[in-house]
């Protein structure tokens, strides 16, 4: 009988009743969980470049570059929210003073930076 090209490239597969079942497992790295940032590029890369995303994937690298990514945004994030709130004047004095316009001060700068790490990172 003639071999498949999965076999030809070293694939094997398993008899499970009258079906053959390719043996294919996903890289121990998969299992990483993801963030927030993780799961919106991955989306990203799934419904606008798709090519992509399945020749990541079946290399095995996606997973290890949707936890950078993650981990860079969430990075990213932290301190650009941080240095805007030094540049603003945000602290812990007008926090105890004035709760609802420290809130309303770091949502607006949570906003902006949001917007900045999607475009920068995530839908790039």
Do not use: C
């Not at 030094?86 to 001060?105: C, D, F, H, P, Y």
């Amino acid at each position: 009988m003639n071999k498949s090209s999965f076999e030809l490239n070293g694939g094997t597969y398993r008899t499970v009743g009258d079906y053959k079942i390719p043996n294919i497992t996903l890289p121990a790295e998969a299992m990483k969980p993801l963030g927030a940032w993780g799961l919106k590029h991955k989306d990203y890369l799934m419904k606008h470049k798709r090519v992509q995303f399945y020749i990541m994937l079946m290399n095995g690298t996606l997973w290890t570059h949707l936890a950078e990514v993650d981990e860079q945004a969430s990075d990213m994030f932290s301190q650009i929210a941080e240095q805007m709130k030094i540049s603003e004047g945000i602290t812990e004095q007008l926090k105890k003073q004035n709760q609802m316009e420290w809130v309303a001060r770091m949502n607006n700068i949570e906003a902006r930076v949001r917007e900045f790490v999607n475009t920068e990172l995530i839908y790039n």
